[in-house]
């Protein structure tokens, strides 16, 4: 069943975590479980403007990306954050 983007992330999203531990496995990529909460931290801390980063996609770009964002397509296995997140 599919659901929609904002029943992920106020309800979903917080039951996959409640089920996580430090043996849970990935279902694909490298985090392991605490790598992955802090991940999911930060990305909402960035979307609340709570951890401001710079534009490092060129501003011609953004409608293809935002059109991406807004699909229920998936991303592709490992694919790498373009910033890292220090501190």
Not at 25 to 42: F, I, S, T
Not at 45 to 53: A, G
Not at 62 to 72: A, N, R, T, V
Request: aromatic share 8%; proline share 5%.
């Amino acid at each position: 069943m599919h659901t929609s983007k904002i029943d992920f992330i106020t309800t979903d999203s917080l039951l996959k975590i409640e089920g996580l531990n430090e043996d849970t496995k990935p279902k694909w990529g490298v985090m392991n479980a605490q790598e992955m909460v802090e991940h999911l931290a930060d990305f909402f801390n960035i979307t609340t403007e709570k951890i401001k980063v710079e534009l490092v996609t060129p501003r011609e770009h953004l409608p293809k990306y935002i059109e991406f964002l807004m699909s229920d397509k998936v991303f592709k296995e490992n694919t790498k954050a373009p910033v890292t997140l220090i501190g």
